[in-house]
């Protein structure tokens, strides 16, 4: 096996890492949303944030040393991995496919709880705006003179902000 060849399956697996990775806090930020624990879910995303620039990395990695092995097999382009997997000894062409096999598998997994987790983030702030609405748009009645020093009722609009001047 060439040594690009070693240095793709080890890129790829090294890839299949950093998702696992990022599966483990989607899932994570799943239950802290769930929970409404503000600060976690701030730490996660920061987390988040940083696989993802693994994740960057990781991808030029890779796409340097496809490009590499593309020039020792004197290959001008290839649509894809499983395309440039035709390309390789049986032996290294089935490690490869199924790296590419079970990263696909676990992007599909990340895109589901990614979806979940983000109905999750736009319920709680459904949610929160009812409460909002809610809280500001009671109505209580009070009092006040007018003109002719009598009273007259009105209408205040309350406030969840008690501001005291």
Known sequence: MSKSTEQL??????EY????????????KKAVIIEGNVKELEKITQQ?????RNIGKID?????????LLHELNIE????IMELANYLDSSYREKVVTLK???GNLLREIQ????LNSKLIHQSLDYIEFN?????SLNTEGSTYGDQATEKDMKKKSSIFDAKV
């Open 48 to 52: 988040e944030q940083d696989s993802i």
């Open 9 to 14: 399956i080890l890129a790829l697996s090294k």
């Open 77 to 80: 382009y290839v649509e894809n």
């Open 101 to 103: 096999n079970r990263l």
């Open 112 to 115: 589901h709880i990614s979806e």
């Open 60 to 68: 030029q990695i890779r796409t340097a040393i496809v490009g590499n």
């Open 132 to 136: 909002m609405n809610m809280v500001t």
């Open 17 to 28: 890492e950093i998702y696992q990775d990022y599966l483990n806090l989607a899932k994570k």
